[in-house]
Nanobody, 122 residues
Framework: QVQLMESGGGLVQAGGSLRLFCSVS????????MGWYRQVPGKPRDLIAT???????NYADSVKGRFTITRVNADDTTELQMDNLKPEDTAVYLC????????????????WGQGTQVTVSS
């Protein structure tokens, strides 16, 4: 079983910073892309940032220049540094990973964490 665990959410004032952390555990061969999404009740889940195994990153326009995604392949972890936070960044942030369960797998499987709440006050 593969599990993703996030931490680092909380309450912060506008203009402040938070750092989210996600670790992948369980039995698997390797991880392709990792990423962070966020969701507000009643709205679709939005892509925030992704990072490939080789360190190539992609960001939503709304967070470019404010958020930074990193990963440590050896530790199967990814982090999201969020700076200059705005009230509209308030959401549940979820970690995502594309996982190869074994070297015999023909495709990756998508796994999600439970999410961590980020609240930005004005």
């Amino acid at each position: 079983q593969v599990q993703l665990m996030e931490s680092g959410g909380g309450l912060v004032q506008a203009g402040g910073s938070l750092r989210l952390f996600c670790s992948v555990s369980g039995s698997f061969a390797s991880i392709d892309d990792m990423g962070w999404y966020r969701q507000v009740p009643g709205k679709p889940r939005d892509l925030i940032a992704t990072i490939t195994r080789h360190g190539e990153t992609n960001y939503a326009d709304s967070v470019k220049g404010r958020f930074t995604i990193t990963r440590v392949n050896a530790d199967d972890t990814t982090e999201l540094q969020m700076d200059n936070l705005k009230p509209e960044d308030t959401a549940v942030y979820l970690c995502h990973a594309e996982v190869w369960r074994s070297r015999h797998s023909t495709s990756t499987r998508n796994y999600w964490g439970q999410g961590t709440q980020v609240t930005v006050s004005s």
